[in-house]
Nanobody, 121 residues
Framework: QVRVVESGGGLVQSGGSLRLSCAPSEIIFSGYSVGWYRQAPGEQRELVAAITSHNSTAYAESVKGRFTISRDNAKPTVYLQMNALEPEDTAVYYC???????????????WGQGTQVTVSS
């Protein structure tokens, strides 16, 4: 299981923006898919956005048009640019790395610490 480090969360007002970063602690991840997920208190973890090794992307309906996932294999880092944030986006955000099936089906045995995103109204 690849370990990852998420960063970039914080407190922002409704309508604001944040950029999250996801970096693996080991391996070169150019051949893997990467997903961003979030979990709000009392809710199940959900897939927010995913990007494959070929840069195909997928988004949850609730964030389409507001969030953008991208990757820089040279760094290596995957970003989640979040614009027009809403209070409903408040959650702990996690990333994880694996095959496309693992990413889309959220099939991971372990997770990083995540990064807290709080959007005030």
């Amino acid at each position: 299981q690849v370990r990852v480090v998420e960063s970039g969360g914080g407190l922002v007002q409704s309508g604001g923006s944040l950029r999250l970063s996801c970096a693996p602690s080991e391996i070169i991840f150019s051949g893997y898919s990467v997903g961003w997920y979030r979990q709000a208190p009392g809710e199940q973890r959900e897939l927010v956005a995913a990007i494959t090794s070929h840069n195909s992307t997928a988004y949850a309906e609730s964030v389409k048009g507001r969030f953008t996932i991208s990757r820089d294999n040279a760094k290596p880092t995957v970003y989640l640019q979040m614009n027009a944030l809403e209070p409903e986006d408040t959650a702990v955000y996690y990333c994880n790395i694996g095959s496309a099936i693992e990413v889309l089906a959220i099939r991971f045995a372990s997770w990083g610490q995540g990064t807290q995103v709080t959007v005030s109204s």
